[in-house]
């Protein structure tokens, strides 16, 4: 017979407020098995955890209830405290009786204890048929991959190798350097954007511990924490990356220039083979082989002609490798709201009508207009620049209700840097609402108002037309209760963030969740900002949710602090909560094999009895994380989910029927 | 209404002589509202202190000196006191008056027909001279005879004298303020 005990916790008024505590003790009494029932005020203090392990000791408990909160809170602390004293961990049920009841049912307290007392009696159904569980152990991978070679990115591989351990950096692009890279200034101190990047793409290149892919991609992941496999695609380069010697002389030479620049947020053209910047790391070009004329007519050649590396092979195919990790950092960086979806706006028709980047490459003296703001209609300076916030965010209609954090900023920054350099200029800013809320930003913006003269309309521009030489800017300014009318050489739109478009494609790699918005989900949006539902995998930068540089490296840094403290240890523990087929019963179906989210079902021949041998379903008790759909899915009832296997569920249905 | 911005505008040679009068910054203002909070005459205002403010920052010219906001202020300087950013509200209505009384373009007439005759009374009797002041207002406001009956009331409880009484003149006070108002090249650029 099983010796039971059930402890209720009142968790201070939580959850005595409406259950009525003694009741529940009283009837849990009376349960067979149950030897011993009681309450205390917080069971999971320290008191509270040392009356159940004195408890078990003195009654010679085997099994323990604990009529609580829910067990995602605090499962582990009460199984810890079983252990302690002297049970197997497993040997614990929780009856959840805090979400699943005080809090839900306040309003009607009799109900709510009769629903507690049937909680605690269905737990105690449970436990009568749990069996002792063995933890697991795996190996670790002490190496990390970061994908995404932003500042995020590059924050969190320099941070992850100065604690000792390799990483490898995989970028998409043909260099690292993200976003910041093609930022002028930053804001609120005006330093120079490449200035302070550049030093940091030079330590990553220079750095021993960390393995830079750029032109690649994450292909496949499968494995679970400690122990990722993942493919990555290393798309062809066509330059041979031993040999280049990074002289430019191909670039220079290479007749096709018709694609626009993508680092130039296409206001100007690039080459067919090219280096997205000047200070590229790597600083070896690609063949784009999409606009290269000799992959479109087998003629031309030129950049092997010129190259005096030899460097240039056309022969060059996408690769895969398969590498292994211990953890996984996401940071692949934001998109850029695309405005054409705005009618009054002009639907991304009106040349003089530009974006936020687009500025910012003009008036950085890197960019391609060496820092002169030109007009793309006429090349004209303008005088009259309208700025307008909030495009593509705090816009229900056009499913972008968040705000995107930095426009604020980046828009008032802009202004400055025009006044700053054109003298004469003057720039009106449309907002809804200033949120200038980092470390000297509200500072800044009004610095950018009363020192620059950059007029703030608070209200929406309703429309743009294109004049013969100008565009009238049609909006309110709700401070004075006038509608406005200017006329402006330019207009630039804060264009909000977004995930990149292949986030989604790479969360259903990783399995971790995104939200309604695209970003992906971390585990606690307080106490868990980094980590994801998918231990291993952790996240930094925009890729979370819009953010600026400080925030971004600050969570680069806490991220890599984490991956440290993950592949610090000797080994991982592995819940012992997994399927087990039965092979007796199996009939080699291959439903679970299919149904399994996380391929973690083989199918292999085994030798049943002597000289009957059948190919039969097998749990890779590493990868299996316990959803329990193979479980629900087999036909034969061969296959059980440990900790919840059919009899105990069938004990706690019976408990149900027999009331 | 639609009004038009542009450079033009947002410098405006108004906005300028107010900054330069009051010496004050126009564009320091973040429209807060404080100043419209805790105004005590912003009930009877037409446009509320923090809306001129915002009009002069657009150069609303026009509107501003239509507005009979600057002529209701009292000068309490309840604004002043308040302000987050430091701006002196009073002094830029003040600001605003001496602009509208230069270029006669006040849209109320009683109020600077008082400050006239309110000044001269104290330029030479030293103080107010009630009789006096109430009598020559009535008369140039155009109402001669609208405080009359209270007045017969008063002078026969004694109240009001015929004669005033004179705390010594500051006809010389005035004459140096006059002075120096002319020489000042502030007010010779502006006025």
């Known amino acids: 017979m099983a010796r039971i005990g059930v402890f209720i916790c009142h968790c201070g008024s939580n959850i005595a407020g409406v259950v009525s505590v003694e009741k529940v003790v009283e009837a849990a009494q009376t349960l067979p098995g149950v030897r011993v029932s009681m309450d205390y005020k917080y069971m999971c203090s320290d008191p509270g955890q040392n009356l159940i392990i004195n408890t078990i000791k003195e009654q010679g408990l085997d099994r323990v209830v604990v009529g609580s909160c829910s067990p995602r809170m605090?499962?582990?602390?009460?199984?810890?405290?079983?252990?302690?004293?002297?049970?197997?961990?497993?040997?614990?049920?929780?009856?959840?009786?805090?979400?699943?009841?005080?809090?839900?049912?306040?309003?009607?307290?009799?109900?709510?204890?009769?629903?507690?007392?049937?909680?605690?009696?269905?737990?105690?159904?449970?436990?009568?048929?749990?069996?002792?569980?063995?933890?697991?152990?795996?190996?670790?991978?002490?190496?990390?991959?970061?994908?995404?070679?932003?500042?995020?990115g590059i924050q969190a591989a320099l941070d992850i190798a100065a604690n000792g351990y390799k990483v490898m950096l995989v970028e998409k692009e043909p260099s690292i350097g993200g976003r910041m890279s093609q930022l002028d200034k930053t804001f609120p101190t005006m330093d120079c954007s490449a200035c302070i990047l550049t030093p940091k793409m030079v330590a990553v290149a220079q750095n021993k511990n960390i393995t830079l892919q750029t032109y690649a991609e994450v292909a496949e992941v499968h494995g679970y924490v400690g122990n990722f496999e993942v493919k990555i695609k290393k798309k062809a380069r066509f330059v041979n990356m031993a040999k280049c010697i990074g002289c430019g002389v191909c670039t220079e030479k290479c007749p096709s220039k018709k694609t626009l620049?993508?680092?130039?947020?296409?206001?100007?053209?690039?080459?067919?083979?090219?280096?997205?910047?000047p200070q590229a790391v790597p600083n070896i070009p690609v063949i784009d082989k999409d606009s290269c004329l000799y992959f479109a007519t087998g003629k031309c050649k030129v950049c092997e002609k010129v190259c005096p590396a030899e460097a240039i092979d056309y022969t060059?195919?996408?690769?895969?490798?398969?590498?292994?990790?211990?953890?996984?950092?996401?940071?692949?960086?934001?998109?850029?709201?695309?405005?054409?979806?705005?009618?009054?706006?002009?639907?991304?028709?009106?040349?003089?009508?530009?974006?936020?980047?687009?500025?910012?490459?003009?008036?950085n003296s890197g960019g391609p207009t060496g820092g002169h703001v030109k007009r793309p209609s006429d090349g004209k300076e303008p005088e009259t620049v309208v700025f307008i916030q909030c495009v593509g965010s705090r816009d229900d209609a056009k499913g972008k209700p968040y705000c995107s954090r930095v426009c604020c900023m980046y828009t008032a920054k802009q202004a400055l840097l025009l006044k700053e350099h054109y003298p004469n200029s003057q720039a009106f800013v449309f907002y809804m609402d200033i949120r200038a809320a980092g470390k000297g930003y509200e500072e800044f913006v009004q610095r950018v108002q009363t020192e620059y003269g950059v007029v703030y309309?608070?209200?929406?521009?309703?429309?743009?037309?294109?004049?013969?030489?100008?565009?009238?800017?049609?909006?309110?300014?709700?401070?004075?209760?006038?509608?406005?009318?200017?006329?402006?050489?330019?207009?630039?739109?804060?264009?909000?963030?977004?995930?990149?478009?292949?986030?989604?494609?790479?969360?259903?790699?990783?399995?971790?969740?995104?939200?309604?918005?695209?970003?992906?989900?971390?585990?606690?949006?307080?106490?868990?900002?980094?980590?994801?539902?998918?231990?291993?995998?952790?996240?930094?930068?925009?890729?979370?949710?819009?953010?600026?540089?400080?925030?971004?490296?600050a969570q680069a840094s806490a991220t890599a602090a984490k991956v440290g403290a993950l592949l610090s240890q000797e080994s991982l523990e592995i819940e012992p909560m997994i399927s087990e087929v039965n092979p007796l019963l199996c009939s080699g179906c291959r439903m679970c094999y299919h149904a399994c989210p996380y391929s973690a079902i083989e199918m292999e021949d085994k030798e049943i009895r002597r000289g009957d041998v059948r190919c039969v379903a097998k749990v890779l008790t590493s990868v299996c994380k316990g959803c329990g759909v193979c479980a629900a899915g087999c036909y034969c009832k061969a296959i059980d989910l440990k900790g919840w296997t059919d009899r105990q569920l069938m004990e706690e249905i019976g408990v149900l029927r027999y009331r | 209404m639609r009004i038009v911005l542009g450079k033009e505008q947002i410098e405006s040679a108004f906005k300028k002589k107010v900054e330069i009068l009051s010496n004050q910054r126009i564009l320091s203002c973040y429209q807060c509202g404080k100043?419209?909070?805790?105004?005590?005459?912003?009930?009877e205002m037409d446009y509320l202190p923090n809306?001129?403010?915002?009009?002069?920052?657009?150069?609303?010219?026009?509107?501003?000196?239509?507005?009979?906001?600057?002529?209701?202020?009292?000068?309490?300087?309840?604004?002043?006191?308040?302000?987050?950013?430091?701006?002196?509200?009073?002094?830029?209505?003040?600001?605003?008056?001496?602009?509208?009384?230069?270029?006669?373009?006040?849209?109320?007439?009683?109020?600077?027909?008082?400050?006239?005759?309110?000044?001269?009374?104290?330029?030479?009797?030293?103080?107010?001279?009630?009789?006096?002041?109430?009598?020559?207002?009535?008369?140039?406001?155009?109402?001669?005879?609208?405080?009359?009956?209270?007045?017969?009331?008063?002078?026969?409880?004694?109240?009001?004298?015929l004669m005033p009484h004179s705390a010594g003149n500051l006809r010389g006070l005035f004459k140096r303020v006059r002075e120096k108002e002319k020489r000042s090249a502030v007010s010779d650029q502006l006025l």
């Not at chain 1, 009841?101 to 009568?128: F, G, M, P, Q, Y």
């Not at chain 1, 206001?267 to 090219?274: L, N, Q």
């Open chain 2, 51 to 161: 809306k001129i403010i915002r009009m002069l920052q657009l150069g609303m010219t026009d509107d501003v000196m239509k507005s009979k906001t600057p002529w209701l202020c009292a000068s309490c300087q309840t604004c002043t006191t308040r302000c987050p950013r430091e701006i002196d509200v009073a002094r830029v209505m003040d600001a605003i008056r001496i602009i509208a009384q230069v270029e006669n373009r006040s849209p109320v007439k009683e109020i600077p027909i008082f400050n006239q005759i309110f000044l001269k009374s104290v330029e030479f009797t030293g103080r107010v001279f009630e009789v006096g002041v109430i009598g020559a207002y009535n008369f140039f406001s155009l109402n001669p005879f609208k405080d009359i009956p209270l007045g017969i009331k008063m002078f026969l409880k004694g109240k009001l004298s």
């Open chain 1, 261 to 277: 620049s993508e680092f130039n947020a296409n206001i100007a053209a690039r080459k067919a083979i090219y280096t997205p910047f």
């Open chain 2, 35 to 43: 100043c419209s909070a805790g105004c005590p005459i912003g009930y």
């Open chain 1, 74 to 152: 605090h499962e582990n602390t009460f199984r810890a405290s079983v252990e302690r004293a002297g049970l197997n961990p497993y040997m614990l049920e929780i009856a959840n009786i805090r979400e699943h009841v005080s809090w839900v049912h306040s309003d009607n307290k009799d109900a709510a204890t009769d629903k507690a007392i049937k909680l605690v009696e269905l737990a105690v159904a449970k436990v009568r048929r749990n069996e002792p569980l063995q933890k697991m152990y795996a190996a670790i991978e002490k190496r990390a991959l970061v994908i995404g070679g932003g500042i995020a």
């Open chain 1, 457 to 553: 309309l608070r209200g929406r521009v309703s429309r743009i037309y294109e004049k013969k030489d100008h565009l009238l800017v049609k909006g309110v300014d709700t401070l004075s209760g006038q509608q406005v009318e200017i006329k402006a050489d330019m207009v630039v739109l804060a264009t909000g963030l977004e995930p990149k478009k292949e986030a989604q494609n790479l969360a259903q790699l990783l399995h971790i969740g995104y939200d309604q918005n695209g970003f992906y989900t971390e585990l606690h949006p307080k106490l868990a900002p980094v980590e994801t539902q998918i231990a291993g995998v952790y996240l930094a930068g925009c890729c979370q949710s819009p953010k600026d540089i400080p925030d971004t490296v």
């Open chain 1, 316 to 363: 060059q195919e996408d690769e895969i490798i398969t590498e292994r990790f211990g953890a996984i950092v996401v940071a692949t960086g934001y998109d850029l709201y695309d405005h054409s979806r705005y009618g009054e706006y002009g639907y991304g028709e009106i040349p003089d009508v530009i974006t936020g980047l687009q500025l910012e490459r003009m008036i």
